[in-house]
């Protein structure tokens, strides 16, 4: 993997117009640890998630957590993040390209643009299957015969096709995300604090029961297992800085190393030692660990 970036395959293939001018189109699958922040690109491309965790930024700061089987899309010239979560390794997603060109002619078409930016698919097979079939639709063009119309429509149609059957799902609302992004924030802020859930509801203003339904749609886990979440990290980059077990329990206020030891190995799949051991010998970094939030949330 270079960069944290492999490219699992790939299709190209360019368009040429009948004035002399010519865009292209890409269908690829990639594996990726990379973070792309301020984003912006003079393109339009759309992704499913198809395994891991991490965050997207919108141009006005709104965060909205993202995991597997949702779509998100970069807007031609609007400005965004996406950040990938360590905690769940690299992640994977597949993607369509389209070059400025012919973002301009599905713009000239009123295709362009699509909302919302992020959209919760109502099964990630629905994605899957008009995905594969743009995919071989492309595969089949032959990029060095004259320029054909009815192709170029296929294609249109076929991404049009895309959004609307994704967008059959459930999308984010900025409030929603706005809610969450904000509780998390709290959560963040100690980790040490015996907070109360309830109370963090309050804090924010909002109602606890639909603080908690919201946020167990959007992260994937409850609020207490995302705190379990936070302490975790939090325990890698001190074990990875070359603590002890028995320090970093102390740190994180544990009751016990025992108490330690037993939640993180429950949950990222490694006892801390054998954590500790393996960054070593790797010369340094994260484990690309994966961490389940099925069993208890409960946290000592």
Not at 235 to 246: I, K, N, P, Q, T
Request: hydrophobic share 40%; with cysteine.
């Amino acid at each position: 993997m270079s960069n944290g970036h492999k490219i699992l395959w790939r299709i190209f293939r360019r368009i040429r117009f009948p004035e002399g001018e010519s865009g292209h189109i890409v269908c690829s699958e990639v594996e990726t640890t990379r973070s792309y922040i301020d984003f912006c690109q003079d393109a339009y491309s759309i992704h499913f998630l198809a395994a891991g965790r991490g965050v997207y930024v919108g141009p006005h700061g709104g965060q909205t957590p993202l995991e597997a089987d949702m779509v998100f899309q970069r807007q031609d010239g609007i400005q965004h993040s996406t950040s990938v979560d360590p905690l769940y390794g690299p992640w994977t997603e597949r993607f369509i390209f389209l070059s400025e060109p012919l973002v301009q002619r599905l713009k000239a078409l009123g295709l362009l643009p699509l909302e919302p930016a992020l959209l919760r698919p109502t099964s990630g097979n629905v994605f899957t299957k008009v995905f594969n079939a743009l995919c071989e639709s492309i595969r089949a063009y032959d990029m060095d015969q004259a320029y054909d119309n009815d192709i170029l429509l296929c294609l249109i149609q076929a991404c049009v096709q895309l959004a609307k059957e994704t967008s059959a799902g459930i999308a984010v609302t900025t409030e929603d995300a706005n809610m969450v992004a904000r509780a998390c924030a709290v959560l963040e802020e100690d980790l040490l604090a015996e907070l109360s859930l309830p109370d963090i509801a309050r804090e924010l203003g909002v109602n606890y029961n639909t603080l908690r339904k919201r946020f167990s749609q959007i992260q994937g886990c409850s609020l207490r297992a995302y705190r379990v979440r936070l302490r975790l990290n939090r325990a890698r980059l001190l074990l990875e800085g070359g603590l002890l077990v028995s320090e970093v329990a102390e740190k994180l206020a544990y009751h016990s190393p025992f108490a330690f030891s037993s939640q993180f190995k429950r949950y990222v799949g490694l006892s801390p030692s054998v954590y500790a051991e393996r960054v070593h010998k790797q010369g340094g970094g994260s484990l690309a660990a994966n961490i389940s939030f099925d069993g208890p949330d409960s946290y000592q």
